[in-house]
């Protein structure tokens, strides 16, 4: 699962991808078989006349498609249509994606209002994504006015339900106090419930505060091993994290060949300290071949991308 992550509270707001999209109900019909077994061209004719002649799920099926692309090219127009007919005949997971279409502005105007309208419709019907994206509208105030106790209540709802993005928040609310009184052994609790989920972003936050021994005992190593698997999971912050433990030797032996790995990865992600690091790599050959025209392409990108050291770098590099 894609997420839009708000850093400074990290509180997930759900966004699906093709390859993470909710699987369909089991149905006797053809076109839902096709469709779960992703035999997406040949399922396509089928669920599209099942959904002209009524078919509620595949009309949310039929929106899937062309939301992703699966048999058919991306069209968010036609995806619009169809997932509003099943959201408005009372389909809670075409809700969520109707929520996701007007919080996008994808086959129909940006529309936070609505958004909120159909997260609140799925997340009342029991869809555990938007109960989620409903938190989200809550604690941000998208399309209505901020309210933690609220958001608390629906991250609750998503996280007893198993949600791991639910689980998360629900930790973070713990942490911050925001809706509930601030409780660290609580959000401890539900971060590492959230990592046995395998959502990075728990992983991430729960892994720093094993570094800084907050609400744990400090513990570099089970850190760096939070770390690993947010890494694998592409959590671009987790990436920079774990390059930083193998610079520095924390939680595991200094090794700069898989801190100038981690670097990398993170700074070709966009992360612009990432950036940063690799022209210094670069420059001193730490961990890989000294290459001064690597080292002034990354300085000159992480001036691009804000870093203000980054230019005096590149200049006294260059000169």
């Given at each position: 699962m894609k997420?839009?992550v708000l850093?400074?509270?990290r509180i997930v707001?759900?966004i ?8 369909a109900?089991?149905?006797?019909s053809m076109?839902v078989?096709l ?6 061209v040949?399922?396509?004719?089928l669920v599209?006349?099942a959904?002209q002649?009524g ?8 929106g899937?498609?062309?939301?992703f692309g ?9 995806s619009?249509?169809?997932?509003k ?7 809670a997971?075409?809700?969520?994606y109707?929520?996701?279409a007007f919080?996008?502005?994808q ?6 209002g609505e958004?909120?309208r159909y997260?609140k ?5 029991g869809n555990?994504?938007?109960m ?7 604690t941000?105030?998208i399309?209505?006015?901020?309210d933690?106790d609220?958001a ?6 998503a ?7 639910g689980?998360?928040?629900?930790a973070?609310?713990?942490e911050?106090?925001?809706g509930?009184e601030?409780?660290?052994e ?11 989920h395998h ?9 720093q505060m094993?570094l800084?021994g907050?609400g ?7 850190a760096?091993?939070?770390l690993?698997?947010?890494?694998e ?8 994290a774990l390059?930083g433990?193998?610079?520095r ?29 690799m ?5 001193n050959g ?19 991308a804000?870093v203000?050291d980054?230019?005096?770098?590149l200049?006294?590099?260059t000169?």
């Open positions: 997420t839009i850093q400074s509270l707001l759900v699906a991808i093709a390859s993470m999209a909710c699987v109900r089991a149905d006797d076109a078989r469709y779960n077994n992703e035999r997406y040949e399922a396509l004719p599209a006349e959904a002649t078919s509620v799920e595949c009309q949310r099926i039929l899937m498609m062309y939301r699966e048999g058919t090219e991306v069209d968010y127009d036609k619009f249509t169809w997932l007919k099943a959201a408005d005949s009372g389909d997971e075409a809700c969520y109707l929520g996701l919080y996008e502005g086959g129909t105007a940006a529309d936070n958004a909120f997260f419709q799925g997340a009342d019907a555990l994504y938007a989620c994206n409903l938190g989200y509208c809550y941000m105030g399309g209505t006015e901020i933690y609220k608390f209540q629906y991250y609750a709802e996280a007893d339900g198993g949600s791991a993005v689980m998360n928040n629900l973070t609310c713990y911050l106090g925001q509930v601030k409780n660290q609580l959000a401890v609790q539900w971060y590492r419930l959230s990592a046995d959502n990075a972003l728990a992983q991430y936050t729960l892994a094993y800084e907050r744990v005992e400090k513990d570099a190593a089970t760096v091993s939070l690993c698997e947010a890494a999971s592409d959590r671009v912050e987790a990436e920079r390059a433990c193998y610079e030797g924390e939680g595991t032996p200094v090794d700069l060949g898989m801190a100038a790995y981690w670097y990398l990865t993170a700074a070709e992600a966009g992360d612009a300290e990432s950036m940063m690091k022209g210094q790599i670069y420059e730490q961990g890989t071949t000294r290459d001064l025209k690597r080292a002034a392409e990354w300085y000159r990108r992480a001036a691009e804000g203000t980054a230019q005096q770098a200049d006294h590099l000169k």
